[in-house]
């Protein structure tokens, strides 16, 4: 995934939550901006959990952005790829 492509979900007006879906299989739900930092190389970003822990990401292994509807419907997603 490019840098631009996560920092345009990232300062998307509305804000709209979103999962990271990773290489290896993990997803990590991104339910605001405040729970996000994207370092200054551009390449990796912090997302913090609720619990107090964080998840140190390289945006190379982000293979989907998921967005999901609020309400009732199905989520929608943006597909992305890793290259």
Request: net charge positive; hydrophobic share 40%; charged share 25%.
């Amino acid at each position: 995934m490019t840098v631009d492509i996560f920092r345009a979900a990232y300062e998307a007006q509305p804000f709209e939550p979103f999962v990271l879906h990773l290489a290896d299989g993990r997803e990590i739900a991104v339910p605001s901006r405040e729970f996000v930092y994207l370092l200054s190389t551009g390449r990796s970003v912090i997302v913090a959990k609720p619990n107090g822990g964080y998840n140190a990401i390289d945006l190379l292994l982000v293979t989907d952005l998921e967005f999901k509807l609020t309400g009732s419907g199905s989520g929608r997603r943006r597909r992305t790829s890793s290259s």
